[in-house]
């Protein structure tokens, strides 16, 4: 039986709408404030904020060919797995989308899961060689629904979207910086005033960074909620892949880990949080259900801390 949140989705949706909102009308408010104190042309902030988002728009883009060449993914042979293009069929009619995501390997030894695209490529979900074969079938199911409602929510959009504010931000600051250290205008404390506003840019493009980290979480437990609801038992389901994902990336060497943290915010799990490679999985999800983190402990985290996730999931089995 596919079990039905106890809490509504609508409080996600609202939390990272009113995120959004919040930095958007912030950093408008702030940069109409810094072009009305220096008395900066239009044209230089409209500048700099058209070379980042064209920046970004080039990388949403082609970034998954970059990407394709980083983690080495090809397109599975559907001779080979056509039990993987069925069970990927299947969750994304169940989600209701459109257009069936291509069904791709990434040949990488870490255990994981991504979905990933533009509008070049078309959706993407990918599963490295890592996890194919070492996780039940039943449990993949409920990781390609989580990566399924990444592509159904239109997520990678929404991190795009709100990741350029920081960027703007810093890259303003730093050219501020840099036009005040070599003599930029004297006007309003001369070139002082510069060098100060653009260090204080520069900090707070790292502040507005902690948002986007906060979105990025929501954006995982928006789809762990999405996985709960369209997979038969989905929540149990993900809630022992999660921890078999960790515990079998507590196998790889740590290199291989770091090499794999180049783009984690794709990955389902966060190759950081790892487990002892070889656990009893309903143990360590009961061990975490009743562990109490911090409410700092996942603040530079694309992830939400794993204890977390759990006591997430636990909505839809106690709903």
């Not at 106890?6 to 959004?20: D, K, N, T, Y």
């Amino acid at each position: 039986m596919i079990a039905q949140p106890r809490v509504s989705l609508f409080g996600l949706r609202v939390s990272m709408f009113a995120i959004w909102l919040a930095v958007v009308g912030t950093a408008s408010l702030l940069l109409t404030a810094l072009i009305l104190y220096l008395g900066l042309p239009t044209f230089y902030i409209y500048g700099v904020i058209g070379f980042v988002v064209l920046l970004n728009i080039i990388q949403w883009l082609f970034g998954p060919y970059l990407i394709n060449a980083v983690y080495r993914v090809t397109e599975a042979d559907q001779s080979a797995y056509p039990w993987l293009y069925q069970m990927v069929d299947d969750v994304a009619r169940r989600s209701g989308m459109r257009e069936r995501p291509k069904v791709m390997i990434a040949n990488i030894d870490l255990p994981n899961a991504f979905a990933y695209g533009s509008p070049l490529t078309g959706p993407m979900v990918a599963v490295t060689s890592g996890l194919l074969g070492r996780l039940p079938r039943e449990e993949l199911e409920a990781v390609i629904a989580h990566e399924v409602g990444h592509l159904k929510h239109r997520d990678v959009v929404v991190m795009l979207m709100i990741s350029l504010i920081p960027a703007i931000i810093y890259y303003i600051g730093y050219t501020l910086y840099v036009s005040g250290l070599f003599g930029g205008s004297r006007r309003n404390g001369g070139g002082a005033a510069p060098v100060l506003i653009g260090i204080g840019l520069i900090v707070l493009s790292f502040i507005f960074n902690l948002f986007v980290f906060l979105m990025s979480r929501l954006r995982e437990y928006y789809a762990d909620s999405h996985a709960a609801t369209v997979v038969s038992d989905g929540a149990r389901r993900l809630q022992r892949a999660l921890v078999r994902i960790m515990a079998l990336s507590g196998r790889v060497r740590p290199e291989s880990r770091v090499r794999g943290e180049q783009l984690k915010m794709f990955f389902i799990s966060d190759p950081e949080h790892v487990v002892e490679p070889y656990v009893d999985v309903e143990r360590v999800v009961e061990e975490l259900r009743r562990s109490k983190p911090g409410p700092l402990s996942d603040l530079f985290s694309t992830h939400p801390h794993p204890a977390k996730r759990i006591k997430h999931l636990d909505r839809f089995i106690y709903a």
